[in-house]
């Protein structure tokens, strides 16, 4: 595995991550009820983001998710490497497609931003720190492997490397 990027922790699998810092793309205050965004069609209701049918005069708000994908500002990174992701890429690919599916059905606001390729492999970059936890702890359970996070109060941003 790589060194630790400066202003990373390393953060044990088993521990839960307290959010130091307040995330500005968190809103400051709850919107006004009812509330759908533009981009993704997601509405804010009861106190929270949810796929539902936007109710008649509903605000157009920008969810959080979809704010962070307009400025290219991920809160997770997910880096995969090794020979075993080069030989089962396309199962993997799935696993993060399913993985990512499931959360966002539940949590409008945990997204995939980005697959790219990468020199190494592949890099993953979502709208949420735990999804990109959630995909990384998928795969280790899947596959095996070695499994890092570096968690970096100061900028509310979570890496996840995995390797095999």
Request: glycine content about 6%; some cysteine.
């Amino acid at each position: 595995m790589s060194k630790h990027p400066p202003g990373f922790n390393l953060v044990r699998r088993d521990q839960l991550m307290q959010e130091a810092v307040h995330d500005s793309y968190q809103s400051k205050g709850k919107p006004t009820e009812p509330a759908r965004c533009p981009d993704c069609g997601a509405v804010f209701h009861s106190g929270r983001w949810q796929w539902l049918d936007a109710p008649a005069g509903a605000q157009a708000i920008v969810c959080p998710a979809c704010q962070r994908i307009r400025d290219e500002f991920p809160a997770g990174f997910l880096s995969l490497s090794g020979d075993f992701l080069a030989a089962h890429e396309a199962e993997i690919r799935q696993l993060i497609s399913n993985h990512e599916d499931k959360e966002k059905t539940e949590h409008p606001l945990q997204r995939v931003m980005d697959i790219e390729d990468t020199a190494d492999g592949l890099m993953v970059t979502t709208t949420d720190m735990h999804l990109a936890r959630g995909i990384g702890e998928a795969i280790h359970h899947a596959y095996q492997g070695e499994l890092e996070f570096h968690y970096n109060p100061d900028q509310n941003l979570l890496r996840v490397s995995w390797a095999r």
